[in-house]
């Protein structure tokens, strides 16, 4: 069973990349999936959006046996309040084995670290009709707070959404972290 691992982003996932917009419809929602349909395209994509961390964003790919199957990222670093905005994806041939929320668990970990990003609280939200990524929350620590309505529109439909947090002070959950490449944090 080849280990997964949390790495930065690399130009040459972009054939992983187009594969998992290929192959999993629904990412239609954390990606411009009609922009992402050739290489260059992705790689190109990768190169704006993925591989260039700042002092408000930064994605890690998650890797299993090398290759790019989904990704994990902190938005909207506010250092001022110490908040983070979280999101994820898996590519549909990687999911159903806990990656999420290992990866989660593993990029919350050093977030509300004080040695690290420092921050204090962690939130993310999910579309009430999206149950598996409510799970991958909770299973990461991420508790409930609340409904926004018609928070989100994909095409013509509207969507309320469920905000998640963690805070620093939040017991840690018990799911196991991913290993994270050399220097990727
Ligand atoms: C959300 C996503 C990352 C989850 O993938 P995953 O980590 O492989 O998640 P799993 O398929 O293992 O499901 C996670 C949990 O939800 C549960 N689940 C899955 N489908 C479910 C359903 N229809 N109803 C209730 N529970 C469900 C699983 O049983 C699992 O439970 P467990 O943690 O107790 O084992 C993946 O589905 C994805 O990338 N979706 C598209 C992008 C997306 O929605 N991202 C999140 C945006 S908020």
Redesign the pocket.
Known sequence: MPTPLLRPWITDDATALRSAVAT?P??V??LPVDALGDDAACAAFITDHLATPSKYERALAIAVDGEAV?NVAIGAIDRRHGTGWI????AAS????????RALVTVAARALDPAGDDLFRLE????LN????C??AR?AGFVAEGVERAKLAYGSERFDVETHARLRTDPAPSTAPLEVAAAAW
């Open positions: 999993s629904d990412l929602t954390q989904g999101s994820y994806w898996l990687a999911r159903g084995r806990g990656l999420a929320a993310l939200g999910h579309r999206n149950p598996s990524s799970a991958v299973r």
